[in-house]
């Protein structure tokens, strides 16, 4: 089998200051990987990287695409990258506003990434829509509402369809459910894995949030201080921890 991604001796600083350092790892197709750390562990910048959002100094980031088989995605150009992020690759930002236009409606949020990648039929662009509302448990009356009228939690809803619309191969989360209540936090959780279980998406999550991560991810890589310092099966790691800094992790003394 092919992996899906495989990244090399990933590496970013700001200045003088380790973003992430040598960050070498392999996710599978179908495969759900979870990244964990404290706060400043490099969590974010790591995810930055692989999405093109942030340029590496150093390093490869190869993707199975569609189309032509693995590439590296750091070698493509501009359009090619801004291509695959409307198409294969989808990412939920832990602030719904970062990743929702706020001055359109729901039903056009989702519609408009379904004509970024070609369809024209407004009828169908629309009944999709529908359907993806319904899919992260949105009311069908509020497809004409604008997100600015949405809870917080229906807004991340909102965004995980406008992400999962266009079937994406790989989905990047940044916190997804960073910034809500409890009780919002944990609807939101069930209905991520549901879509994560029944579309089989491959996915890399960033938490600092272990619950996420016990609940989503397959495998997990541990960072600290830009580099990654243990890796395994999510029980694993969680029930079993070895590097001294993940068992701290793991027995909640270091504050996330
Ligand atoms: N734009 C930036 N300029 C300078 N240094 C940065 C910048 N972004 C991140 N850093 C530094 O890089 C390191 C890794 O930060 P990063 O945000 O990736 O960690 P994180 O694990 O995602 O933390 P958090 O969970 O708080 O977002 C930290 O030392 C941080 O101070």
Redesign the pocket.
């Known amino acids: 089998m092919t992996p899906l991604l495989e990244v090399r001796g990933l590496t970013k600083a700001?200045?003088g200051?380790?973003?992430?350092a040598e960050v070498s790892f392999t996710l599978w197709p179908g495969e759900v990987l979870g990244i964990v750390?404290?706060?400043?562990?490099?969590?974010?910048?790591?995810l930055n990287c692989l999405a093109g959002h942030l340029a590496p100094d150093a390093g490869q980031v190869i993707f199975d695409t569609r189309g032509e088989g693995p590439r590296d995605v750091l070698a493509m150009t501009e359009p090619e990258r801004r291509m695959l992020g409307r198409t294969d690759w989808a990412f939920v930002h832990q602030n719904p506003r970062d990743g929702l236009r706020m001055r359109i409606s729901a039903g056009g949020n989702v519609g408009e990434r379904l004509m970024a990648v070609g369809a024209r039929h407004y009828g169908e662009i629309r009944a999709q829509a529908a359907d993806w509302l319904a899919r992260v448990e949105i009311a069908e009356g509020r497809i004409d509402d604008r997100p600015s009228a949405f809870s917080g939690g229906m807004q991340q809803r909102l965004q995980i369809a406008r992400n999962l619309v266009t079937g994406p191969r790989l989905v990047f989360m940044d916190e997804p459910t960073g910034g809500l209540d409890v009780s919002v936090q944990a609807r939101l959780l069930d209905l991520i894995r549901g879509l994560v279980r029944r579309m089989g998406l491959s996915a890399i999550v960033?938490t600092?949030d272990l619950a996420v991560v016990r609940l989503l991810a397959d495998r997990l890589m541990v960072?600290k201080d830009?580099r990654v310092i243990e890796t395994g099966l999510t029980d694993q790691v969680l029930d079993d921890p070895q590097a001294p800094y993940t068992q701290l992790l793991v027995s909640s003394v270091l504050q996330a």
């Open positions: 700001y200045g200051r380790i973003g992430c750390g404290e706060s400043g562990s490099g969590k974010s910048t790591l960033v600092h960072m830009g």
